[in-house]
């Protein structure tokens, strides 16, 4: 019997992450409609500015690529994640009135600023899978979000608008991809280098959880 491939094993670890993700009031209040306006405002800032951060940690990775294949792939998720989703803030932002002054003066929420360097670290310092693995649930978990969402609408617009993009077929083929080129290093890697790979994706996939929690609570620096 083959074994199981490794996108499979870690979407079973995070089951509980995931589970608690799609209970959460942010993610509910997209779909009804109740999401506070403000938390969604505080929410799309902070995506603003943590894209950009990720946005380095794609190209960080696709510097440490073994292959001009998977060089192109990540130069262009990149590009695409400064140029499509950037589209999409704009959007919100004209409706909410802020400026890219505005925005770019918004100071990072705490979690933010742990889930970027978190990123930055681990690709910038670890190894390509590593890398991967800890970029991959802000692929995946958005693109399974975003189609769980998609069954049932939102009532709201400006929330259809998130759901649609991240629900959409041209999303899903990127991540699809993603998950392609994780099971094949899945497939070739070490004991070693499977466990850091899990350790990271379980750790990216708690600070997905953050994030739309920090959104929601509109978080705060305590001091």
Same mark, same amino acid.
């Given at each position: ?13 995070? $089951?509980?992450?995931? =589970? ?8 509910? !209040?997209?779909? $009804?409609?109740? /999401?506070? #306006? ?25 510097? #440490? =690529?073994? +292959? ?6 990540? @130069?262009? *998720? ?9 589209? /999409?803030?704009? !959007? ?16 990072? =929420? ?15 310092? !670890?190894?390509?899978? &590593? ?6 649930? @802000? ?6 979000? !975003? ?13 259809? #608008? ?14 699809? $991809?993603?998950? =392609?080129?994780? %099971?094949?290093?899945? *497939? %070739? ?5 499977? &466990?850091?790979?899990? %350790?990271?994706?379980?750790?990216? +996939?708690?600070? &997905? ?9 509109? &978080?705060?620096?305590?001091?």
């Amino acid at each position: 019997m083959a074994e199981p491939a490794l996108t499979d094993e870690l979407w079973a670890s995070i $089951d509980d992450v995931y =589970a608690a993700i799609l209970a959460h009031p942010f993610i509910a !209040g997209l779909t $009804d409609g109740s /999401l506070n #306006r403000h938390a969604f405002q505080f929410y799309v800032v902070q995506d603003a500015l943590y894209l950009g951060a990720f946005a380095r940690a794609l190209a960080l990775t696709a510097a #440490r =690529a073994p +292959s001009e294949q998977e060089i192109l792939m990540f @130069c262009q *998720h990149a590009a695409g994640a400064l140029e499509v989703e950037r589209a /999409l803030h704009a !959007g919100f932002f004209r409706d909410f009135r802020l400026s890219d002054e505005q925005v770019a003066s918004t100071p990072l =929420a705490p979690t933010t600023l742990a889930y970027t360097n978190h990123l930055l670290t681990i690709t910038s310092t !670890g190894s390509f899978p &590593e890398a991967v693995a800890a970029l991959l649930p @802000c692929y995946w978990i958005y693109q399974q979000v !975003g189609t769980s969402l998609l069954q049932h609408g939102s009532p709201d617009p400006l929330y259809q #608008r998130w759901i649609d993009t991240y629900g959409g077929d041209d999303f899903a083929q990127i991540v699809n $991809d993603v998950l =392609a080129l994780t %099971d094949q290093i899945g *497939h %070739d890697a070490n004991t070693n280098t499977l &466990e850091r790979m899990k %350790d990271h994706f379980h750790t990216s +996939s708690r600070y &997905e959880w953050m994030f739309w929690d920090m959104g929601y609570r509109q &978080e705060p620096w305590p001091i």
